[in-house]
């Protein structure tokens, strides 16, 4: 079992940045690939980026690409979500995933225009 805290969400301006949060704890000697999802009321959950605890690769939904940054701090168990230039679309529920089978309660993130 991976348990995984999320924070950092909020409420931001257009053009604004955050930056979430997640630490893993639990089993996670045997995760291999941390993610963030979104999902907005009524729509399905979307993948917003990956990363491999190794760091070699990293994928990004094409919305945030150029704006989004996802990388790992290994000795903290931490993955985190750098947002910038965001956009109201931006706006929703984040949540972090170990492995596409872990997830952890989402983070409100409000992009006011």
């Known amino acids: 079992q991976v348990q995984l805290v999320a924070s950092g969400g909020g409420l931001v301006h257009a053009g604004g940045s955050l930056r979430l949060s997640c630490a893993a704890s639990g089993r996670t000697f045997s995760s291999n690939a941390m993610a963030w999802f979104r999902q907005v009321s009524g729509k399905e959950r979307e993948v917003v980026a990956v990363l491999t605890w190794s760091g070699d690769n990293t994928y990004y939904a094409d919305s945030v690409k150029g704006r989004f940054t996802i990388s790992a701090d290994n000795a903290k168990n931490t993955v985190y979500l750098q947002m910038n230039s965001l956009k109201p679309e931006d706006t929703a529920v984040y949540y972090c995933?170990?492995?596409?089978?872990?997830w952890g309660k989402g983070t409100l993130v409000t992009v006011s225009s």
């Open positions: 995933n170990a492995d596409f089978e872990y």
